[in-house]
T-cell receptor
């Protein structure tokens, strides 16, 4: 079985642009969470979706949005990119929507904003 | 809000020495999870602790959950070069919050 897959793996954008990151969860997992990891820090929670509904939102500005599709894949969108948005964006899937579930992370999308 | 602190930030040990990282939460947790991230990689789940005072072992790794369910530790006995990476705790109160991690370097 495939693990959590994310695309693209690397991308470079300039300030003010928009980016869309994609994630496919493990087959059978219905929950997807998004995390931002800045170099030298732990993953910071952005969103959690379960059965296409938002279950949680971290302390991120409205420039960040996400959605989950009927096949449980997910997209993270970031508008009006800032230099500080440069980070590794991690998607994690879990069986259910409870935050107590174990997370399986994808390899991440590394975003560089110039 | 819920905060999770980890110490030390960084530890460099000689191969064969022991290593311990500590995790403290500002709030009582339902469970705590530990993850390992190799350099250039992504976090990989190690273990979950749920019960007060729980101790779990995985070969040379020993995980403890405090009696008050606000702190936890990971102890590695006789470190090996394969143990290199960053160890994160993640505490679940009403959401899963990661600590900043402890970077482990092992000198052979």
């Amino acid at each position: 079985d495939a693990g959590v897959t994310q695309s693209p793996t690397h991308l470079i954008k300039t300030r003010g642009q928009h980016v869309t990151l994609r994630c496919s969860p493990i087959s059978g997992h219905k929950s997807v969470s998004w995390y931002q990891q800045v170099l030298g820090q732990g993953p910071q929670f952005i969103f959690q979706y379960y059965e296409k509904e938002e279950r949680g939102r971290g302390n991120f500005p409205d420039r960040f949005s996400a959605r989950q599709f009927p096949n449980y894949s997910s997209e993270l969108n970031v508008n009006a990119l800032l230099l500080g948005d440069s980070a590794l964006y991690l998607c994690a899937s879990s069986l259910e929507g409870s935050g107590a579930n174990v997370l399986t992370f994808g390899a991440g999308s590394r975003l560089t904003v110039l | 809000g819920q905060q999770v602190m980890q110490i030390p930030q960084y530890q460099h040990v000689q191969e064969g020495e022991d290593f311990t990282t500590y995790c403290n939460s500002s709030t009582t947790l339902s469970n705590i999870q530990w993850y390992k991230q190799r350099p250039g990689g992504h976090p990989v789940f190690l273990i979950q602790l749920v019960k007060s005072g729980e101790v779990k072992k995985q070969k040379r790794l020993t995980f403890q959950f405090g009696e008050a369910k606000k702190n936890s530790s990971l102890h590695i006995t006789a470190t090996q070069t394969t143990d290199v990476g960053t160890y994160f705790c993640a505490g679940y109160g009403n959401k899963l919050v990661f600590g900043a991690g402890t970077i482990l370097r092992v000198k052979s």
